[in-house]
């Protein structure tokens, strides 16, 4: 293809360099991948993931649960769904979900901040400089993408991370980006970070909403794993799940989101989501007892969910500790009762097949389980 008409087939879109060595790195490739999807603002697992039969929860969450307790997607006789994760419900069923519930990261604080960094980090503490993501993908030898305007926490430290967004700029002509290459002919730099972008923005194409909508996100994040082999590894996130009033109806339009932006990932996969994993968490979880403003307040105890072909779904794993007050932790979350850099690092072992040392240098204080969570 000639240079002029490469450069007409483009969006126009501004593409966001986080490192200029992406077309330069030697992937290990596979064709397993992972995609980290963040819930920012410590969603409510206990409105998502739901104990159907509870006594407790009715008289807890008298206006939250009996809301939704006569609409509930039924996953087997303790739980159910949140009647907005309808895609995740047909999952379920295919055995292409998994839910874990009663997860925590061992942080104990209510800070939205501290708890996604301890969460990204992967190593007990906050205010670090890497993730785990991003040392997975160095144990792996692969590179990864990040849906981000910038690098999160998870894949920092990594020199094999990509950051994509889409821009709320005009779109530039084709002359413009002929003009900038002409410019950069004799910038080794800035001419191999230009193209890089114009290869990159060409992958997305033109689907990639200028609102960041997370399902346009979702779709533009599986367009560029589809079209280019060597990324094994991706991240999204998605804020708003804060929802410390009129969480009935705030969760069920944030849910319905997460819902239609999988499905958006899915479809836009096709063949490769057979080879995928899709881990979905947040940084806590949030109060058993419903507030005064028929929302919840910061907690601990969360659920995580693993999506995609490669998982063994069609159960629901994790050990249930029950709601009474002596059953919460410090009488008013939802107790963990296994750790979420655990079933991390399951994935990581039986999906990627890292090995123990690897492991430790990923997520060091992780416990080895013995649960299958991979076909």
């Given at each position: 293809?000639?240079?002029?008409?490469f450069?007409?087939?483009?969006?126009?879109?501004?593409?966001?360099?986080?490192?200029?060595?992406?077309?330069?790195?030697?992937?290990?490739?596979?064709?397993?991948?992972i995609?980290?999807?963040?819930?920012?603002?410590?969603?409510?697992?206990?409105?998502?993931?739901?104990?159907r039969?509870?006594?407790?929860?009715?008289?807890?969450?008298?206006?939250?649960?009996?809301?939704?307790?006569?609409?509930?997607?039924?996953?087997?006789?303790?739980?159910?769904?949140?009647?907005?994760?309808?895609?995740?419900?047909?999952?379920?069923?295919?055995k292409?979900?998994?839910p874990?519930?009663?997860?925590?990261?061992?942080?104990?604080?209510?800070?939205?901040?501290?708890g996604?960094?301890?969460?990204?980090?992967?190593?007990?503490?906050?205010?670090?400089?890497?993730?785990?993501?991003?040392r997975?993908?160095d144990?792996?030898?692969?590179?990864a993408?990040?849906?981000?305007?910038?690098?999160p926490?998870?894949?920092r430290?990594?020199?094999?991370?990509?950051?994509?967004?889409?821009?709320?700029?005009?779109?530039?002509?084709?002359d413009?980006?002929?003009a900038?290459?002409?410019?950069?002919?004799?910038?080794?730099?800035l001419?191999?970070?230009?193209?890089?972008?114009?290869?990159?923005?060409?992958?997305?194409?033109?689907?990639?909403?200028?609102?960041g909508?997370?399902?346009?996100?979702?779709?533009?994040c599986?367009?560029?794993?589809?079209?280019?082999?060597?990324?094994?590894?991706?991240?999204?996130?998605?804020?708003?799940?804060?929802?410390?009033?009129?969480?009935?109806a705030?969760?069920?339009?944030?849910?319905?989101?997460?819902?239609?932006?999988?499905?958006?990932?899915?479809?836009?996969?096709?063949?490769?989501?057979?080879?995928?994993?899709?881990i979905?968490?947040?940084?806590?979880?949030?109060?058993?007892?419903?507030?005064?403003?028929?929302?919840?307040?910061?907690?601990?105890?969360?659920?995580?969910?693993?999506?995609?072909?490669?998982?063994?779904?069609?159960?629901?794993?994790?050990k249930?500790?029950?709601?009474?007050?002596e059953?919460?932790?410090?009488?008013?979350?939802?107790?963990?009762?296994?750790?979420?850099?655990?079933?991390?690092a399951?994935?990581?072992?039986?999906?990627?097949?890292?090995?123990?040392?690897?492991?430790?240098?990923?997520?060091?204080?992780?416990?080895?389980?013995?649960?299958?969570?991979?076909?």
């Open positions: 293809m000639l240079r002029r008409e450069i007409k087939s483009l969006a126009g879109s501004l593409v966001l360099f986080q490192s200029a060595s992406y077309a330069n790195i030697k992937s290990n490739h596979s064709n397993k991948k995609i980290w999807i963040v819930l920012r603002g410590a969603y409510d697992s206990l409105h998502t993931l739901v104990p039969k509870n006594a407790d929860l009715t008289k807890l969450r008298p206006n939250l649960y009996n809301h939704i307790k006569n609409h509930l997607l039924v996953l087997n006789n303790e739980f159910g769904l949140h009647p907005s994760l309808k895609n995740m419900h047909q999952w379920y069923k295919n292409e979900l998994l874990i519930t009663c997860v925590g990261t061992g942080f104990t604080n209510r800070s939205h901040f501290d996604q960094d301890f969460l990204e980090s992967g190593l007990n503490t906050t205010d670090a400089d890497s993730g785990w993501l991003a997975a993908i144990a792996k030898h692969t590179q993408l990040a849906i981000a305007r910038s690098t926490i998870s894949l430290s990594s020199n094999k991370v990509n950051t994509w967004f889409p821009t709320k700029f005009k779109e530039s002509h084709a413009t980006y002929d900038l290459l002409k410019l950069y002919q004799y910038d080794e730099l001419m191999s970070r230009l193209q890089s972008g114009i290869e990159l923005q060409n992958k997305v194409g033109k689907s990639n909403s200028k609102r909508r997370f399902s346009d996100l979702a779709k533009s599986a367009n560029l794993m589809v079209k280019d082999n060597s990324i094994d590894c991706a991240m999204l996130e998605l804020g708003g799940w804060d929802t410390h009033n009129n969480q009935n705030r969760l069920a339009r944030q849910l319905t989101l997460l819902d239609d932006g999988l499905s958006e990932l899915k479809t836009a996969l096709g063949k490769q989501w057979q080879d995928t994993v899709v979905v968490a947040s940084e806590f979880g949030r109060t058993v007892e419903q507030n005064g403003t028929s929302g919840t307040d910061h907690g601990t105890g969360s659920a995580l969910f693993l999506a995609g072909g490669a998982v063994n779904g069609g159960q629901v794993l994790g249930w500790p029950g709601l009474k007050s059953q919460l932790f410090e009488q008013r979350d939802l107790m963990p009762t296994s750790n979420t850099f655990s079933w991390i399951n994935v990581l072992e039986q999906h990627w097949g890292l090995t123990p040392n690897q492991l430790k240098s990923v997520l060091p204080n992780a416990q080895r389980l013995i649960e299958k969570v991979i076909v």
